[in-house]
């Protein structure tokens, strides 16, 4: 599923290793050529899906004739749908990893495109293959336990939690504190769609007399319709795909990051934050933030922003006005973010447990 460049993968992950003396190979879906990249080999299979089923179906062949030339020692993967290869090449002697970026558990059961009467069958069925497969693996990767669980705890021989923190060289040592900022500006960079509460978010600015800016891709064509539609889309600065660069000039310019992510699905249940908020954190700004038992045990250490209720527009909207009424405090919340990110919250950290899983192994 993933792109060539994915920043965990490729910017974090294969960087970190080869820079720790691996010789790393990354295969990806795609119709461009192989090349090699700061040291690390990048195959392609030459195989560009035309949609999911596509994918799915025809993937796993391709991948699995590509990862037999690496011939590699350690095979890392990141998809669920290549459960079925990491078996294969665990009864080919190789060790093993899966990335699990989410809990596809639950993520199952809130997939629109799985009609609701078998969601919960083939959760259940996931659950029970994802379980066979990994406890033949040498280890699982995941971002964070679950309301303080491990969610495969007696399933995994071993797991290790490693965050998709923000790189330091990238975002918080760029950060300029004599930017100038647009006035009444806020940011929301992801993707859009109302679970994320980009609706409430959307009234909430339109009520505090603010300009959203917003950057990212709506994933259902009817939910962009309808956003457009509103009336409260007169407050909201649409940038659609932005690349990185893009993505940094909102951070700079905007004066506070959103993140409030409704209570639905796994959201909120992770021992950790949304990426986007570490990296507004990393450029400063304060954010408001879905208010859950992590985040408060967070603000006890950092005071990076104000919690809130996802599904109130009022309550957020008044976080809006409070932050932009007291600028001193608002900078003190800035200060604290990116002090949190170069003690706690940074892939510099992170990449120490990943560097230590592969040389056990």
Known sequence: MHQRYDIRIFEKECKSLVKSGFDVSLIVNDDLPDEEVDKIKIYSTNFQPKNRLNRMLNSNKKIFEKALEVNADIYHFHDPELLPLGNKL???????IFDSHENYTIQINGKDYIPAILRKIISKLYFY??????????????????????PFENRAVRTVFIDNFPMLEELYHIFDESTHK?????????????????????????????????????TSESYEQEVNNRSEFSCVDYRGYLNRKEVLEIYRKCQIGLSTLLNVGQYNKGDHFPTKVYEYMAMGLPVILTDSKHVREVLKTYEIGIPVNPDDPKEISEAILYLLKNPELAKKMGKDGRLAIKEKFNWGIEEQKLISLYESL
């Open 90 to 96: 665990k009864k080919l002697g190789k060790s093993v």
């Open 182 to 218: 647009e006035k009444d500006a806020i940011c929301y960079v992801g993707t859009l769609t109302e679970d994320r509460g980009i609706t409430n978010i959307m009234e909430a600015a339109h009520k505090a007399e603010v300009k959203l800016v917003l950057g990212g891709i709506f």
């Open 129 to 150: 293959y994802e379980t066979y497969s990994i406890r033949k693996y040498d280890a699982v990767i995941f971002p964070c336990t679950y309301n303080s669980q491990d």
